[in-house]
């Protein structure tokens, strides 16, 4: 944690001083909105310690408001850095072709003013679209053929939510919309992929009961993610079995035959010492191989020793990077950062980009979704 909190201070506090420079450049402002600006932006650095704090004393309005002010100030930040950066760079290019060739190039440059205010304008549309984009929830539908589903069923109909950030700003409008989209699927079974809460979930009165409110045929699974151990795992296990899941923590089950579903702990587990960790290949290996296997893993890695052991895995975590250009960096990482991926032994892997937001309550070029997975039967894998 103390390693976290050193990169978080590094990172976001050389964002701010970015901006603040930039800020100076473009206005030469005096030593009075000098101050008060790196004021505020010294309260921004801090929002989420003040956050916390202020919640965990029971002040929920205040802690409320700075969520939405803090993280929609983190994502106003990133964005306009992002944009400033790439302004920066054709900046230096024109510095650079001007010193080498000895040409004059000002009609080229942008000047310092123009450099900070395109910027931030762009940044601030941005959010503002954004903040409706992290509204529109939709429904993408992945089918899937498998000779272990029986003829006689048909078609097994799997509903995924993953991501959703129940908290200070995921609240009861937002998780009904979101549970809308689920009941018009009907589904079979419902699973949550991880994140099903937030890391301040001191008071989701309510919450429990609009999730119980779904009844699928045979039933709702549950795994943990990162989030439910910022959370407090027992705080949030408690939480969501009293919404109606089952919780899956490194363990499988088969249901009436028809599926079996497993569910692995997020790798978070390992720095609070809280579970026992089990290996994918031990876990899956003593699952039965006639029936379909559906793994639930909140992060979409791949355990090269569990090749072969199951049919299809559905993931959350990554948002899509939820804030583009972000969804670049997140790529590095997860080369499958949402969508459905072939995997060797005719396994799937399914990523979704997750109902709800982290942080900023925006997104951009990846809208929230609610995934609807038919798996069907077929005489061979196709």
Not at 55 to 78: D, P
Not at 259 to 272: M, N
Not at 320 to 338: C, D, E, H, N
């Amino acid at each position: 944690m103390p390693l976290f909190l050193l990169i978080f201070f590094l990172l976001y506090g050389g964002m701010h001083l970015y901006a603040f420079l930039k800020a100076r450049a473009a206005f030469a402002f005096g030593a009075y909105a000098g101050i008060s600006i790196a004021v505020f932006m010294l309260i921004m650095l801090f929002a989420p310690f003040i956050i916390r704090l202020s919640e965990k004393a029971g002040f929920e309005v205040f802690a409320r408001l700075m969520s939405y002010i803090g993280y929609t100030w983190l994502g106003i930040l990133f964005l306009f850095v992002s944009a400033s950066a790439v302004i920066d760079v054709y900046r230096f290019l024109i510095f650079s072709g001007e010193s080498i060739l000895k040409q004059d190039w000002t009609y080229l440059k942008v000047p310092a003013r123009y450099a900070f205010l395109i910027p931030l304008a762009l940044s601030a549309g941005i959010v503002l679209y954004g903040y409706f984009e992290a509204r529109d929830i939709r429904t993408e539908r992945i089918t899937v053929k498998s000779p272990k589903i029986p003829a006689a069923i048909g078609r097994l109909r799997i509903v995924q939510i993953s991501d959703v950030h129940l908290g200070l700003i995921i609240r009861e409008e937002r998780l009904g919309r979101i549970l809308q989209e689920v009941k018009k699927a009907e589904p079979d079974i419902l699973v949550s992929t991880g994140d099903l809460v937030d890391g301040q979930i001191d008071n989701l009165s309510g919450l429990a009961e609009l999730l119980k409110g779904i009844s699928p045929r045979y039933g709702m699974f549950a795994i943990t993610g990162n989030h439910e151990f910022y959370a407090g795992l027992e705080q949030a296990l408690n939480f969501t079995e009293k919404a109606g899941f089952k919780m899956l923590r490194n363990e499988g089950l088969t249901i009436e035959g028809l599926i079996t579903i497993a569910g692995v702990d997020d790798p978070q587990v390992k720095s609070y010492g809280l579970f026992r960790q089990v290996s994918e290949k031990t876990l899956l290996s003593a699952l039965p191989r006639d029936t379909f296997i559906l793994l639930l893993k909140h992060r979409p890695l791949i355990d090269p020793a569990a090749a072969g052991l199951f049919d299809l895995q559905l993931s959350g975590h990554v948002h899509k990077g939820q804030i583009f250009p972000f969804s670049i960096i997140t790529w590095l990482y997860y080369p499958t950062q949402a969508g459905l991926a072939k995997l060797p032994g005719n396994a799937l892997l399914y990523v979704s980009r997750g109902a709800g937001t982290w942080g900023p309550p925006i997104r951009f070029l990846s809208p929230p979704e609610v995934t609807v997975i038919d798996i069907v039967h077929a005489e061979q894998y196709e």
